[in-house]
């Protein structure tokens, strides 16, 4: 075995441990888009929308200034409730 300094195999060996535990921690993340529990809040003006797979607009919530809306869309695209 070639003469290596010490301190280049502890790097070595502590380089090996924190990508084992970046690997484990990225295999137990929760999912960013998936609320099991709790609230959603949305602060100030904004909107919430939900579309489906091919990007058909759902249902969508919205504040503004002036202004709360709630629209829903059936499957077929048809705007079916508005308020």
């Known amino acids: 075995m070639p003469n ?4 280049i195999t502890d790097t070595i060996r502590r380089m090996q441990k924190e990508i084992r ?4 921690a990225v295999t137990r993340a929760p999912a960013k888009n998936l609320l099991t529990s709790g609230d959603l ?4 003006t904004g909107s919430m929308t939900v579309r489906d797979d091919q990007g058909n607009v ?26």
């Open 4 to 7: 290596v300094p010490q301190d």
């Open 21 to 24: 535990e970046l690997r484990a």
């Open 58 to 83: 759902r249902l969508q919530i919205a504040v503004f200034p002036d202004t709360k809306a709630i629209k829903v869309w059936d499957s077929a695209g048809t705007l079916v409730f508005s308020a």
């Open 41 to 44: 809040v949305i602060t100030s």
